[in-house]
């Protein structure tokens, strides 16, 4: 079973359009959570880490559910810039793991 | 720097060459990390280095490939007699302490094409 699972989509939205991804992890040892956006042909760039008690930066929100082990990424008022591959990563003991990514596609 | 640097941004190679990818990483990074990134993949990982501990190497798909990091800051990843399934992205990240809580900044990669 992989580390971190997540939908590949991809999500096709219209702008404006609220759309959330999740993502579980395997192993309940696992220490700290973030998103990562990745461009076509770039490299990944972080998002926003993700705290047990939910956290928000503008119109992204994020959840943790260590109880069930998935991760949440909520993103409202969605812009054609949001277009890209989000990417979940785990990290356990200094190593981090990544989803495969879910690609999101916000259509004018 | 400012962020992570890598070079070279692109590299082709003749199969059965060794190359070699670098990486700088954040001045006063002690944890580096190289991954790689195949056509439409998730990020595998190859290497982690952490201050003077000894190298986590678990993610080195064969001998060809090694890594070293001199000084505590730049690193490079030795592809040895490299194959078509080489090619890939490399991508090189690095943080502050272990990272555990703050993630990691990535370089642009290096674009390696074994032909």
């Known amino acids: 079973r992989k580390e971190v699972e997540q939908d590949p989509g991809p999500f096709n939205v219209p702008e404006g359009a609220t759309v959330a991804f999740n993502c579980t992890y395997s192993?309940?040892?696992?220490?700290?959570f973030f998103w990562y956006r990745q461009d076509c042909r770039k490299e990944p760039k972080l998002l926003m880490s993700v705290y047990s008690s939910g956290n928000e930066d503008g119109r992204f929100t994020a959840q943790l559910n260590r109880a069930s082990q998935y991760i949440s990424l909520l993103i409202r008022d969605s812009k054609l810039s949001d277009s890209a591959t989000y990417l979940c990563v785990v990290n356990r003991f200094n190593k981090f793991y990544f989803g495969s990514g879910t690609k999101l596609n916000v259509k004018p | 720097g400012a962020g992570v640097s890598q070079s070279p941004s692109n590299k082709v190679t003749e199969k059965g060459k060794d190359v070699e990818l670098r990486c700088d990483p954040i001045s006063g990074h002690t944890a580096l990390y190289w991954y790689r990134q195949s056509l439409g993949q998730g990020l595998e990982f190859l290497i982690y280095f952490q201050g003077n501990s000894a190298p986590d190497k678990s993610g080195l798909p064969s001998d060809r490939f090694s890594a070293e990091r001199t000084g505590g800051s730049v690193s490079t990843l030795t592809i040895q007699r490299t194959q078509q399934e080489d090619s890939a992205v490399y991508l090189c990240?690095?943080?502050?302490?272990?990272?555990?809580?703050?993630?990691?900044?990535f370089g642009s990669g290096t674009r390696l094409t074994v032909v």
């Open positions: 192993n309940s040892a696992s220490q700290s």
């Open positions: 990240a690095s943080s502050s302490g272990t990272g555990t809580f703050y993630g990691y900044t």
